[in-house]
């Protein structure tokens, strides 16, 4: 059985490029275009694993990484944070609220799926 992502973004153009390119890779993609629509997703079936946009409406993606973590249930999830906001603190700030890994708009495509590969790799 394939991994199932969900990608958090308000962005439309990353959406689709993220969306095609995991579902390429063989994963079940899911999307959500705000923090309250991921974090109703993440309720109803959580993924493996979380994109997740910092900047987003309704519910940030500081916000919503903390709301996971709180929840034992989801411990295994994995969360990978996407922002445009790469300085030190904020990568320290995603981190500490419990991302497993942090990647600065603009990323390499293929250093995303090979970050996504190796976090579920042991899952």
């Known amino acids: 059985m394939s991994k199932r992502v ?5 962005e439309p153009n990353i959406v689709i490029s993220l969306e095609f390119l995991l579902q390429q890779a063989g ?3 899911q999307v959500a ?7 109703e997703a993440i309720q109803r079936e959580p993924p493996d694993l979380l994109l997740l946009d910092v900047m987003m409406p309704r519910l ?11 929840n034992p249930a989801w411990q295994a999830m994995r969360i990978v944070m996407l922002t445009a906001k790469g300085r030190e603190v904020e990568v320290s700030k995603g981190l500490a ?3 497993d890994a942090y990647i ?3 990323f390499s495509t293929q ?9 579920l790799a042991d899952t």
């Not at 940030?60 to 709180?70: A, F, M, P, T, V």
């Open 27 to 29: 994963y079940q993609v």
């Open 97 to 99: 609220l419990g991302a």
């Open 6 to 10: 969900l990608i958090a973004d308000d």
């Open 104 to 106: 600065s708009k603009p």
């Open 111 to 119: 250093e995303l799926l090979a970050q996504v590969r190796d976090l």
């Open 33 to 39: 275009h705000d923090g309250q629509q991921a974090w």
């Open 60 to 70: 940030s993606g500081y916000d919503l990484c903390q709301k996971i973590r709180e």
